[in-house]
Nanobody, 132 residues
Framework: QLQLVESGGGLVQPGGSLRLSCAASAFNSAFKLDVYAIGWFRQAPGKEREGVSCIGLNGGETTYADSVKGRFTISRDRALKMVYLQMNSLKPEDSAVYYC?????????????????????WGQGTQVTVSS
């Protein structure tokens, strides 16, 4: 069973930056995170969970929501089995609980975030608050 743990959230002023981390682990320590596409999602109070960004297996493909393009960057570290979301120029509307999740798309480097049901494994989330 794949487990995901997010970290790096917090309170930041508008225009500031945060880097979120998603750490993966499993009972079998030899598991490969590479076979999963990893997505970042967020959910603000009273709103539905929405896709922010994803990265395909082996870092093949990346996608971003229009609202974060040019400000957020997703990356993955194969050796550390980590995925990161660098968030710059943060806005109050970026405030939400951020989740990472894992999906399998076979051998394709493809990923998408508009179908949350594609993602079988979810972390518990980390709170990001952008406020002055």
């Amino acid at each position: 069973q794949l487990q995901l743990v997010e970290s790096g959230g917090g309170l930041v002023q508008p225009g500031g930056s945060l880097r979120l981390s998603c750490a993966a682990s499993a009972f079998n320590s030899a598991f490969k995170l590479d076979v999963y596409a990893i997505g970042w999602f967020r959910q603000a109070p009273g709103k539905e969970r929405e896709g922010v960004s994803c990265i395909g297996l082996n870092g093949g493909e990346t996608t971003y929501a229009d609202s974060v393009k040019g400000r957020f960057t997703i990356s993955r570290d194969r050796a550390l089995k980590m995925v990161y979301l660098q968030m710059n120029s943060l806005k109050p509307e970026d405030s939400a609980v951020y989740y990472c999740a894992a999906a399998r798309y076979g051998d394709s480097g493809y990923c998408r975030t508009d179908q949350l049901t594609d993602y079988d494994h979810w972390g518990q989330g980390t709170q990001v608050t952008v406020s002055s």
